[in-house]
């Protein structure tokens, strides 16, 4: 069981290119969650897709797009990476939005922009 | 202000100590907590939930304190194994969004 597969693991983007870090996971959730983690600032919410079909902006949006492609797959797109963009980005996904359940992790991506 | 907050830490004990985190949360209708640990920049895995009677697992007790909002975790007998950050988990805004503290970070030596 696969659970949350995330690629890729390790990216280096030059300033102003642009990728799209892929997110699928096999559980059925109807959740799904991009967190960015900096040193000492804990985990950060992106975005937020709590169905299929809906995508909400969370607490550090800027710079950033994401889609819901079906219920399995969540896609962040950095359309002009920028070096404050350096972190590490994990995908998450739970069962659903109606109340705080856990959640389940990605094994996270390590961006770097140049 | 975040909305969960934790002590950074480092906490340094020796192997068998007893060690407690505390994280406060600033959202009063939040239902759902949790505690998350993380190794090395590894992803965040479910330690424990945190339910309002308190719960145990082995080593590790959590609570809930909804009178002065926040939850701990005890953590009994430390082991080297235990080094690591631990990450809480309340939620944003009654919109149920987990939303995490910045980690603790433990360091049990010998």
């Known amino acids: 069981n696969a659970g949350v597969t995330q690629t890729p693991k390790f990216q280096v983007l030059k300033t102003g290119q642009s990728m799209t870090l892929q997110c699928a996971q096999d559980?059925?959730?109807?959740?799904m969650y991009w967190y960015r983690q900096d040193p000492g600032m804990g985990l950060r919410l992106i975005y937020y897709?709590?169905?299929?079909?809906?995508?909400d902006k969370g607490e550090v949006p800027n710079g950033y797009n994401v889609s819901r492609l079906n219920k399995r797959e969540f896609s962040l797109r950095l359309e002009s990476a920028a070096p404050s963009q350096t972190s590490v980005y994990f995908c998450?996904?739970?069962?659903?939005?109606?109340?705080?359940?856990?959640?389940?992790f990605g094994s996270g991506t390590q961006l770097s922009v140049l | 202000r975040k909305e969960v907050e934790q002590d950074p830490g480092p906490f340094n004990v020796p192997e068998g100590a007893t060690v407690a985190f505390n994280c406060t949360y600033s959202?009063?209708?939040?239902?759902?907590f949790f505690w998350y640990r993380q190794d090395c920049r590894k992803e965040p895995k479910l330690l424990m939930s945190?339910?309002?009677s308190g719960n145990e697992d082995g080593r590790f007790t959590a609570q809930l304190n909804r009178a002065s909002q926040y939850i701990s975790l005890l953590i009994r007998d430390s082991k080297l194994s235990d080094s690591a950050t631990y990450l809480c988990?309340?939620?944003?805004?009654?919109?149920?969004?987990?939303?995490f503290g910045r980690g603790t970070s433990l360091i049990v030596h010998p």
């Open positions: 998450a996904s739970s069962i659903h939005r109606e109340s705080n359940e856990k959640l389940f």
């Open positions: 559980m059925n959730h109807n959740s």
């Open positions: 897709s709590a169905s299929e079909g809906t995508t």
């Open positions: 959202n009063s209708a939040s239902q759902s």
């Open positions: 945190v339910y309002s």
């Open positions: 988990v309340g939620e944003s805004g009654g919109s149920y969004i987990p939303t």
